[in-house]
């Protein structure tokens, strides 16, 4: 009898997809030889029930459920007063900033575990899309930053991370969901260029450390849903890209039957994966190969991540939080930081001269910590700034005061009065909408109040993307964090005192002033639904560098307690080395960045980073660094040929952000 007419149970002994030495494909292939049209469709379609979203069991072909849950920085709680707690973990912005693939296994590693316990198998992250627009709402959920580098690296670990962990990792958001204004209606018309070197790379990371899952997105590419465009969905992410696991959508951004333009399963419901697609099935329009494809993607994923044969017991009641993963999370942060500015040596604290230290703004006492929507996750605890650095002056023997800077007049008497003035500030944003702003509203004013009575003044400011720093030059040091996640205050207070040393980079660039980049409303946030990525491949540090404008703070930049050069910068073919010393007195972490020019006739943008990397070394110490360029380092993509080329001549590049940049040769082919 054909399998499409089995109704009844298949009887444990008769299955063979139970056999562990086969491959999860193989497995996935004989259950679906077994399953009827029905038991297909209903693997592709959510329904009701405990996590965000629920795909139910097939309990006669011993089928586990499917269920995922936000988000891409932790375990969103979602029953208010019936489920554990779980860990606020920085956001994917602040591991961007890390510019360290370790960190990223870390955060992925400690996520899945908390997922895991909470009985979920599919984490609805990470995120990976490009941060095209400074005040897009969602840049604090994505580990990619503004460069396509950096976010295949950061992807790639991660996923791996979470998927180690008997988790299936979700890419989101495909496609070019790069803002929140209009998301859901918009159109965003990308190039084919474009999309491949700026919007797909980071997911290519993913698909390459073997993600089981990947989201489409809201919005339209070139005005057809991005959840049906068989261009961008089958052709270039199945077909060209080689992605083998299963398509789900966004919540509520399925608009039509679109098996065949490579969606394969609709969330959070059943609206067209549901009885439309079983009438397009029986009809002919859909075939039957069509749903057996979707279904094999989909049980391959369960199977690759052990759900057939560890049945995770686990419910949201689970309590996951632990004191291993608040350090962590303290840890992230810290590695996370960037120190935009140190003048005079201000950071760490002199305890043999700072006694006394007047700590101000609401936000060093209740800080904003995470951002809002589907990223956001109820801390288990928040350790304040005040809290944190309470603590840790106490062990110094220093003194600390606290003004809630309400009243700037009396905030700047406050700091006054101390050997150095801490202000805390802070902004955030959250899926839905864009930003209205780039600054720190109140917070600016009360930074300026204070430094012009404190010369030494330090600011703690934390953003979820691109912010204003007006402030800067008035002030002795700044420490800037990505939404750090609930260990916030410990984080702080050890980079202050000198128990750890910043390390992190920014992975956006710092602008002069608000919409530096000349966006028209073409552009963002875009008219008559229509949103045009004209600027093409200059997005964040490339339209700096090719327009020559010098922004606040490049795209890679950070500093650390000691300094360090470079020397012997050479290209030997396609191979660059370089040595890296630690010209300080501290021991410190450097993070040497290779970019490459491509020539004019590539119409390229002027620098690309290519590699990065974290280097550790002891006061007077240095270290010699190799790195080969691949075929795609020299290449650029041909929307002509619709494939990669390399080019001649190309200029390699070392230094410690994109602005510092020491020619080391050309490379040969």
């Known amino acids: 009898m054909h399998a499409l007419l089995l109704a009844f149970a298949v009887p444990a002994a008769a299955r063979p997809w139970m056999d562990t030495s086969l491959t999860p494909d193989q497995r996935a292939e004989k259950l679906v030889a077994q399953m009827t049209s029905d038991e297909m469709i209903q693997l592709m379609g959510g329904t009701a029930g405990d996590y965000v979203g629920n795909v139910p069991a097939i309990p006669s072909l011993g089928i586990p459920a499917q269920k995922s849950n936000d988000g891409p920085q932790g375990f969103r709680v979602i029953a208010s007063g019936t489920a554990g707690t779980s860990t606020a973990f920085p956001a994917a912005l602040t591991v961007a900033a890390s510019f360290d693939a370790d960190v990223a296994t870390e955060w992925g590693a400690a996520m899945g575990e908390e997922f895991y316990g909470k009985g979920a198998n599919i984490q609805l992250g990470p995120g990976m899309c490009m941060a095209r627009l400074p005040q897009n709402g969602r840049n604090f959920e994505y580990v990619a930053g503004e460069d396509p580098v950096l976010g295949r690296e950061m992807a790639y670990s991660t996923v791996k991370a979470i998927q180690s962990k008997d988790v299936i990792a979700n890419a989101k958001h495909w496609v070019a969901n790069s803002q929140e204004t209009g998301r859901t209606t918009y159109s965003m018309n990308v190039d084919e260029r474009t999309r491949y070197e700026i919007y797909y790379p980071a997911f290519e990371g993913a698909v390459a450390a073997g993600v089981l899952s990947v989201m489409c997105s809201y919005n339209k590419i070139h005005d057809v849903w991005s959840c049906e465009n068989h261009e961008t969905l089958q052709h270039d992410l199945k077909d060209v890209i080689g992605f083998k696991g299963y398509v789900m959508s966004d919540w509520g951004a399925t608009h039509s039957v ?5 969606l394969d399963q609709e969330m959070p419901g059943t609206t067209f994966f549901g009885d439309r697609l079983k009438a397009d099935f029986q009809n002919g329009t859909v075939p039957l190969a069509a749903l057996q494809n979707s279904a094999k993607r989909i049980l391959r994923a369960l199977f690759a991540v052990g759900e057939f044969d560890r049945p995770n017991p686990n419910t949201p009641a689970a309590n996951v939080t632990s004191e291993a993963h608040n350090q962590v999370a303290k840890d992230i942060a810290a590695k996370g930081a960037v120190l935009l500015k140190n003048d005079d040596g201000a950071l760490p604290f002199d305890t043999q001269k700072v ?10 006492a209740a800080p904003i910590v995470a951002g809002g929507g589907s990223g956001a996750v109820v801390p288990s605890r928040v350790v304040t700034p005040l809290a944190g650095v309470q ?18 007049v009396d905030a700047a008497a406050a700091a006054a009065a101390a050997d150095v003035a801490l202000v805390c500030v802070a902004t955030t944003s959250s899926e839905g909408g864009d ?10 004013a009360l930074v300026a109040a204070v430094a012009a009575k404190q010369a030494n003044t330090v600011v703690a400011a934390v953003a979820p993307g691109a912010c204003l720093t007006p402030w800067r030059d008035a002030v002795k040091a700044v420490l800037m ?14 980079l202050l005192f000198g128990a750890a040393a910043p390390s992190g980079r920014l992975p956006i660039t710092l602008p002069n002033v608000e919409n530096e980049v000349n966006f028209t409303k ?3 946030p875009g008219v008559g639904g229509e949103v045009e990525y004209s600027e093409g491949l200059l997005v964040g540090y490339r ?10 703070y490049p795209f890679g930049h950070g500093l650390t307690y000691t300094t360090f050069s470079y020397s012997n910068l050479k290209v030997d073919g396609r191979k660059v080395t370089f040595t890296v010393a630690n010209t300080g007195a501290r021991a410190g972490v450097e993070t040497p960045q290779v970019y490459v020019t491509l020539p004019a006739a590539t119409a390229s943008p002027p620098l690309q980073l290519k590699y990065f990397a974290k280097v550790s070394l002891a006061a007077g110490a240095s270290q010699d660094v190799s790195y080969t360029l691949t075929d795609r380092d020299v290449s650029y993509y041909s929307a002509d040929k619709h494939a990669w080329v390399q080019a001649e001549g190309v200029r390699v590049g070392v230094g410690p952000h994109v602005d510092a940049v020491q020619h080391a040769g050309v490379a040969r082919n």
């Open 543 to 552: 339209w700096y560098t090719a327009k020559g404008v010098k922004p606040a």
């Open 258 to 262: 679109s098996v065949l333009q490579g």
């Open 391 to 408: 603590v840790a002056a106490a062990a110094a023997g220093a003194t600390v005061t606290y003004n809630d800077g309400s009243n700037t």
């Open 522 to 524: 073409n552009q963002w």
């Open 435 to 444: 930003r209205g702003n780039l600054n720190f509203g109140t917070g600016d």
């Open 355 to 364: 006694k006394t230290i007047a700590v101000i703004g609401d936000q060093c």
């Open 481 to 494: 964090f990505f939404l750090p996640g609930q260990e916030y205050g410990t984080a702080l207070a050890e």
